[in-house]
């Protein structure tokens, strides 16, 4: 007899009547996978994801960026406010005949240039301070949006890792008690000694899964708390927690495409999920026609800002397109012959520019080709998003269908193992029908605890879509 077979009565969790119980253990495991508590959580109190947010910028290190720009924005501030348009400079002349005739005489002049303003220069180049500016703070919500996105995936990642360790625990109990009956039915001659030594290889394979499914775990949370510096998953996993758009009425033009609050944010009945020309939400969003994005998107937000800098530029350019005036402020001393006094005078002159055409063109063209490629990015940036907010609606949407039909399927399974239970145990069947049933009701519900964690990943995909940033 192995040791295995001659484990203690206490073992014996549950006898061949009371499977289907532990069984039920996999359908409450699956409506788990937003709550903490698996093997190895720090005592710390989780963080809210805000928090894991601004702990993964911190890791991250981007903000710098932001930082560089509002330093290159109060520069150009600075640039215009000062007094001239470039640096002034000091013009030093003299004029001797001291190698020629050396009559004594000489002329020395000085001058102080100072170039001067255009007008507009300095409304050109506030305005691209602002536009500096604006970028800045543009910036700094697409990185934490960008931030957002990668801890979202860590968070899901670990939550979908822990519900399969959570399932792969309930199946390794439930094959060590099946294992326990067996080996006391074995004792009683009851059963072959080649139905225990299936029961123990079960047991050992749900163990092996058991290991494979602590190590992804582990693994999957080693990720996370790399990415945030944090040691516990956030509560609540999503934010905003519900879908953020909530709308019934026909929109835009398509008369098919009717929001499907049922399927959550931006679902709609027939056509395209992005049918119609405007998706209208509770919050306002989407207001503006892009097939329901928000207006303060961070990934348009910051192409519109990188446009508005290249607009800004231009302007400059323009404005910079003839020479700034320069205006010479100084004395000059002059003398004929050493028999002469010395003469002094005041000097005032003021050089300007013709601007010609042809030669601030080039600079000119380069700053419309820059607003060019600025306001193709926007559109082609506009579109990327456009397109992430279907596969996140979509996908949103096969979620909970896909939910459905899992709970379909681990009810037919749970009722399936009843039976074989029960037909086991009047000796009907074979351990290996029993087995079957087991494999298949394991398969049923660790499905299904996936498919019911997949429907906070999905709603965590759309914000992530809809940019989403948590506060």
Request: glycine share 8%.
């Given at each position: 007899?192995?040791?295995d077979a001659?484990?203690?009565d206490?073992?014996?969790a549950?006898?061949?009547?009371?499977?289907s119980?532990r069984?039920?253990?996999?359908?409450g495991?699956?409506?788990?996978?937003?709550?903490a508590?698996?093997?190895?959580?720090?005592?710390?109190s989780?963080?809210?994801?805000?928090?894991a947010v601004a702990?993964?910028?911190?890791?991250?290190?981007?903000?710098?960026r932001?930082?560089?720009?509002?330093?290159?924005?109060?520069?150009?501030?600075r640039q215009?406010?000062?007094?001239?348009?470039?640096d002034?400079?000091l013009r030093?002349?003299?004029?001797?005949?001291?190698?020629?005739?050396?009559?004594g005489?000489?002329e020395?002049?000085?001058?102080?240039?100072?170039?001067?303003?255009?007008?507009?220069?300095?409304?050109?180049?506030?305005?691209?301070?602002?536009?500096?500016?604006?970028?800045?703070?543009?910036?700094a919500?697409?990185l934490?949006?960008?931030v957002?996105?990668?801890v979202?995936d860590a968070?899901?990642?670990?939550?979908?890792a822990?519900?399969?360790?959570?399932?792969?625990?309930?199946?390794?109990e439930?094959?060590?008690g099946l294992?326990?009956v067996?080996?006391?039915?074995?004792?009683?001659?009851?059963?072959?000694?080649?139905?225990?030594?299936?029961?123990?290889?079960e047991?050992l394979?749900?163990?092996?899964e058991?290991?494979?499914?602590?190590?992804?775990?582990?693994q999957?949370?080693?990720?996370y708390?790399q990415?945030t510096?944090?040691?516990?998953?956030?509560?609540?996993?999503?934010?905003?927690?519900?879908?953020p758009?909530?709308?019934?009425?026909e929109?835009?033009?398509?008369?098919?495409?009717?929001f499907?609050?049922?399927?959550?944010?931006?679902?709609?009945s027939?056509?395209?999920?992005?049918?119609g020309?405007q998706?209208?939400?509770s919050?306002?969003?989407?207001s503006?026609?892009?097939?329901?994005?928000?207006?303060?998107?961070?990934?348009?937000?910051?192409a519109?800002?990188a446009?508005?800098r290249?607009?800004?530029?231009?302007?400059?350019?323009?404005?910079?397109?003839?020479?700034?005036?320069?205006l010479?402020?100084?004395?000059?001393?002059?003398r004929?012959?050493?028999?002469?006094?010395?003469?002094?005078a005041?000097q005032?002159?003021?050089?300007?520019?013709?601007?010609?055409a042809?030669?601030?063109?080039?600079e000119?063209?380069?700053?419309?080709?820059?607003?060019t490629e600025?306001?193709?990015e926007?559109?082609?940036?506009?579109?990327?998003?456009?397109?992430?907010?279907?596969?996140?609606?979509?996908?949103?949407?096969?979620?909970?269908?896909?939910?459905?039909?899992?709970?379909?399927?681990?009810?037919?399974a749970?009722?399936?193992l009843?039976?074989?239970?029960?037909?086991?145990?009047?000796?009907?069947?074979?351990?290996a029908?029993?087995?079957?049933?087991?494999?298949?009701?394991?398969?049923?519900?660790?499905?299904?605890?996936?498919?019911r964690?997949?429907?906070?990943q999905?709603?965590?995909?759309?914000?992530?879509?809809?940019?989403?940033?948590?506060?």
């Amino acid at each position: 007899m192995t040791a295995d077979a001659a484990a203690p009565d206490n073992a014996l969790a549950s006898t061949d009547t009371a499977s289907s119980a532990r069984y039920s253990d996999y359908a409450g495991i699956a409506g788990a996978a937003d709550t903490a508590g698996a093997a190895g959580a720090n005592a710390t109190s989780p963080a809210t994801l805000a928090e894991a947010v601004a702990g993964a910028l911190e890791q991250a290190g981007q903000l710098i960026r932001t930082d560089a720009l509002r330093g290159e924005a109060d520069a150009v501030r600075r640039q215009a406010g000062a007094w001239t348009a470039a640096d002034p400079a000091l013009r030093l002349k003299g004029v001797s005949d001291r190698f020629t005739g050396d009559d004594g005489a000489y002329e020395v002049e000085a001058l102080l240039e100072l170039p001067l303003w255009l007008p507009g220069q300095r409304r050109a180049r506030l305005g691209l301070a602002s536009s500096l500016g604006l970028r800045a703070e543009a910036l700094a919500r697409l990185l934490r949006w960008e931030v957002t996105g990668t801890v979202r995936d860590a968070v899901w990642a670990a939550k979908l890792a822990e519900v399969q360790l959570q399932q792969a625990n309930a199946a390794y109990e439930a094959a060590r008690g099946l294992e326990s009956v067996v080996a006391k039915r074995y004792n009683a001659g009851e059963l072959a000694r080649l139905d225990l030594l299936t029961a123990q290889q079960e047991t050992l394979a749900r163990q092996a899964e058991q290991t494979a499914a602590q190590a992804d775990w582990e693994q999957a949370k080693a990720a996370y708390v790399q990415i945030t510096g944090r040691l516990q998953l956030p509560e609540p996993p999503n934010w905003p927690s519900v879908p953020p758009v909530t709308a019934g009425q026909e929109v835009g033009t398509d008369s098919n495409a009717y929001f499907d609050q049922s399927q959550g944010v931006g679902a709609y009945s027939h056509g395209s999920p992005l049918a119609g020309s405007q998706r209208l939400g509770s919050d306002g969003m989407a207001s503006n026609g892009i097939g329901g994005l928000p207006k303060d998107h961070p990934l348009l937000a910051e192409a519109d800002a990188a446009l508005a800098r290249a607009r800004a530029e231009r302007e400059q350019v323009v404005s910079d397109r003839r020479g700034n005036p320069i205006l010479s402020l100084g004395g000059r001393r002059t003398r004929d012959a050493r028999v002469f006094p010395d003469d002094d005078a005041l000097q005032l002159e003021l050089s300007i520019p013709f601007g010609l055409a042809s030669q601030s063109a080039p600079e000119i063209a380069a700053s419309e080709r820059q607003v060019t490629e600025r306001l193709a990015e926007l559109h082609r940036m506009r579109r990327e998003a456009e397109r992430e907010l279907v596969a996140a609606v979509l996908g949103r949407r096969g979620a909970a269908e896909a939910l459905a039909v899992a709970e379909r399927r681990a009810s037919l399974a749970a009722d399936a193992l009843s039976v074989a239970q029960r037909a086991f145990e009047l000796g009907e069947t074979d351990l290996a029908e029993r087995l079957l049933a087991e494999r298949r009701a394991r398969e049923a519900h660790l499905d299904l605890a996936l498919r019911r964690a997949e429907q906070g990943q999905a709603l965590a995909r759309v914000n992530q879509a809809l940019g989403m940033i948590p506060q």
